[in-house]
Nanobody, 125 residues
């Protein structure tokens, strides 16, 4: 099947930067849109940024101008560069991918929406 593994979270001071990575692995045929979402304690999960297979991007208003999403299709990886971090950016960050994968033979393919396990980002002095 398919797995998404995030990395790059941590503790950073306000105004600092972090870069998140999310690598997809498994019997992958292709990956469509990929994205980052976040969930703070007591709040619902919200969209941060998305990127299509054609590299068209979309950002939440709260992160525009500070965060940049990108992808490396050869590595099946999506990145989130986060600059000028604020305490309100503190949350668990999850990556998401629309994946078409092989189902036991090269002629059999399935499509599903996958999530990573999450990586914590804490912005605090």
């Amino acid at each position: 099947q398919v797995q998404l593994v995030e990395s790059g979270g941590g503790l950073v001071q306000p105004g600092g930067s972090l870069r998140l990575s999310c690598a997809a692995s498994g019997s992958i045929f292709s990956i469509g849109a990929m994205g980052w979402y976040r969930q703070a304690p007591g709040k619902e999960r919200e969209l941060v940024a998305t990127i299509t297979s054609g590299t068209r991007t979309n950002y939440a208003d709260s992160v525009k101008g500070r965060f940049t999403i990108s992808r490396d299709n050869a590595k099946n990886t999506v990145y989130l560069q986060m600059n000028s971090l604020k305490p309100e950016d503190t949350a668990a960050y999850y990556c998401n991918a629309d994946v078409t994968y092989y189902g036991g033979s090269l002629l059999t393919r399935y499509r599903n929406d996958y999530w990573g396990q999450g990586t914590q980002v804490t912005v605090s002095s």
